[in-house]
T-cell receptor, first 114, second 115 residues
Framework: DTAVSQTPKYLVTQMGNDKSIKCEQN?????MYWYKQDSKKFLKIMFS???????INETVPNRFSPKSPDKAHLNLHINSLELGDSAVYFC?????????????FGQGTRLTVV | AQSVTQLDSQVPVFEEAPVELRCNYS??????LFWYVQYPNQGLQLLLK??????LVKGINGFEAEFNKSQTSFHLRKPSVHISDTAEYFC?????????????FGEGTQLTVNP
């Protein structure tokens, strides 16, 4: 049973389109994240939500809008896609408790903008 | 703020040889330390973590790492690698006493194990 699942796994779309990536976790965690992995495999946090509340927003263009309908789901909507948005996007979840530190990652969504 | 430096972007080794992947970090606050592995076209899997206590940490798949506070290092080692260890390895830190698990990653080390 998958702990953190993302859909779709692959997404190819044209510049200017709007797309969404969905993420769900069944670990009972109250904190979820979006990370971006660029073409050089560098990973950087984009957003973090705790109990549906935005905690971290790391200087991400406002074309990216996360939405958390409940603490088990965190979706990422991207407007007006650009070539530079091509990357692998990872969803992750963890506990909010200090010291309970392990983050669990989804399989990633490879977004290609053409 | 914290940063992580992985000193080798690529490490090629032969099967059954020992390997060390190097990681140094910088932080103004105390941190937790992690190593994650990413197999091709897959997500990240935790190999091991250092929270406190013994500075030698054992993880999955025969890997271990040693925390050295004075050198601010957390190098990953395996005494004998297998072909299946070929993957990208990431060192990461998160702040102690902070809720959640916001991770700052290094740039990754591609380990390639050759027959």
């Amino acid at each position: 049973d998958t702990a953190v699942s993302q859909t779709p796994k692959y997404l190819v779309t044209q510049m200017g389109n709007d797309k969404s990536i969905k993420c769900e976790q069944n670990l009972g965690h109250d904190t979820m994240y979006w990370y971006k992995q660029d073409s050089k495999k560098f990973l950087k946090i984009m957003f973090s939500y705790n109990n549906k509340e935005l905690i971290i927003n790391e200087t991400v263009p406002n074309r990216f809008s996360p939405k958390s309908p409940d603490k088990a789901h965190l979706n990422l909507h991207i407007n007006s896609l650009e070539l530079g948005d091509s990357a692998v996007y990872f969803c992750a979840s963890s506990s909010w408790l200090p010291g309970d530190t392990e983050a669990f990652f989804g399989q990633g969504t490879r977004l290609t903008v053409v | 703020a914290q940063s992580v430096t992985q000193l080798d972007s690529q490490v090629p080794v032969f099967e059954e040889a020992p390997v060390e992947l190097r990681c140094n970090y910088s932080s103004s606050v105390s941190v937790y330390l992690f190593w994650y592995v990413q197999y091709p076209n897959q997500g990240l899997q935790l190999l091991l973590k250092y929270l406190s206590g013994s500075t030698l940490v054992k993880g999955i798949n025969g890997f271990e790492a040693e925390f050295n506070k004075s050198q601010t290092s957390f190098h990953l080692r395996k005494p004998s690698v297998h072909i299946s260890d070929t993957a990208e390895y990431f060192c990461a830190v998160s702040q102690r006493e902070t809720s959640g698990s916001r991770l700052t990653f290094g740039e990754g080390t591609q380990l390639t194990v050759n027959p």
